[in-house]
């Protein structure tokens, strides 16, 4: 796939020749599949394409619980309120599972806090959309988590050392939320009433074009794959991601009895795939650029939580001053 990327010429990445010494000793690595470490020589945009799609990736877990996080007061019984606050912390793990791996890059966390609560910095688009029902909370397991899964086991094994040993233990978490999701669906699908039935239907309508849109831009539209490809910070194209999702999705849905919304979906026997429908990409980037449903509530929480926190940190650093300078004395 990578070098059918670099075959279109869309995104040119530089040739062996054309790097230096370094560089070219670094890509030699990568193609072994020697982990990069921290410490190890890097190109600088090696890392700061690592920084980017890390604390993207880390901004997006955190981000991301606050559209199930306003389904915890209202879950319909005690033991999928217990599910829910599990997942939710797990996502908080995930973020700082995250920053941590990018701090490994030389990049503080205020940083990286501060990009995202300016604006600079993105955050996964599907993270901008309303939660109105509680069928909401299986398709954000279902979808979303299924996407993030699809989406993330490859990266257990990309080429930067801590960002691929982080995502061993987020795999393994997203699974159990994939299942909780979908699990969460079959009761209410299999063995609901006609209305929950309905409910889910109508959620799936809302969610399904915006999980597909969380692999990013079709190929021959994203800017950074053949080079990040190139050095193994992603394994597979978002195309090939987003068809896997697919493939995988459409008998699941079959399963509960919902009809995916895509008039254009159909079994292609030749290909072995499914076909699906045009993606609305005035949507996805409309979102990206801040003006999705939600964008400026979430970010607005973000903010204030951490203005909120802010007590917690000068309790946290005094304290660590205070144990610094008695172990001084001492
Ligand atoms: N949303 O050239 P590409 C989760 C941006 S975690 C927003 O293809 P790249 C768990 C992209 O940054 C979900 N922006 O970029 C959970 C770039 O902009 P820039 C997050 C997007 O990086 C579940 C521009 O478009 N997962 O769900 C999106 O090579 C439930 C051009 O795109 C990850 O972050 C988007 N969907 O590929 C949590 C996984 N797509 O920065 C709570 C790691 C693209 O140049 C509850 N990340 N953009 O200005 C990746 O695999 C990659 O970064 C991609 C994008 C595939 C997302």
Redesign the pocket.
């Given at each position: 796939m990578y070098a059918q990327l670099v075959e279109t010429g869309v995104?040119s990445v530089r040739s062996t020749d054309q790097l230096t010494g370094d560089e070219q000793a670094f890509q030699q690595r990568i193609d072994e599949g020697i982990r990069i470490e921290p410490k190890d020589w890097m190109p600088e945009p090696y890392r700061k394409?690592l920084i980017?799609?890390?604390s993207?990736?880390a901004h997006?877990?955190i981000?991301?619980?606050l559209?199930?996080g306003n389904w915890i007061t209202r879950a319909p019984t005690l033991k999928r309120k217990a599910i829910l606050l599990a997942?939710?912390q797990d996502?908080a793990g995930?973020g700082l599972y995250l920053y941590s791996a990018a701090e490994t890059l030389g990049v503080s966390r205020d940083e990286l806090v501060g990009d995202l609560h300016s604006g600079k910095?993105?955050?996964?688009?599907?993270?901008n959309y309303p939660t109105l029902t509680w069928a909401d909370i299986g398709m954000?397991?279902w979808l979303?988590?299924g996407?993030?899964i699809i989406?993330?086991i490859p990266?257990c094994r990309c080429s930067y050392g801590p960002y691929a040993r982080a995502m061993v233990r987020?795999c393994k978490e997203?699974s159990f939320?994939q299942r909780q999701g979908y699990d969460l669906l079959i009761q209410m699908c299999l063995h609901g009433t006609q209305a929950q039935k309905d409910m889910c239907q109508e959620a799936l309508n809302r969610w399904w074009w915006p999980a597909l849109?969380?692999?990013?831009?079709s190929?021959a539209?994203?800017?950074?794959?053949a080079q990040?490809m190139q050095w193994r910070?992603?394994l597979f194209s978002?195309d090939e991601?987003r068809q896997k999702m697919v493939d995988q999705t459409v008998p699941q849905a079959e399963y509960l009895g919902l009809k995916v919304p895509d008039p254009d979906l159909k079994w292609n026997k030749d290909q072995g795939h499914y076909d699906f429908g045009e993606i609305d990409w005035d949507e996805?980037y409309a979102?990206?650029k801040g003006n999705g449903p939600c964008n400026r509530e979430r970010l607005a929480a973000r903010v204030n939580a951490h203005k909120e926190g802010q007590w917690v940190r000068e309790a946290f650093s005094a304290y660590a001053n205070k144990h610094e300078s008695e172990q001084a004395v001492a």
């Open positions: 995104k394409t980017r799609q890390i993207q990736h997006s877990e981000v991301g619980m559209p199930e997942k939710v996502e995930h910095a993105k955050y996964s688009s599907i993270f954000i397991g979303v988590d996407s993030a989406n993330q990266l987020v997203e939320h849109m969380m692999f990013g831009p190929d539209d994203s800017p950074n794959s990040s910070i992603k978002n991601l996805f979102v990206i």
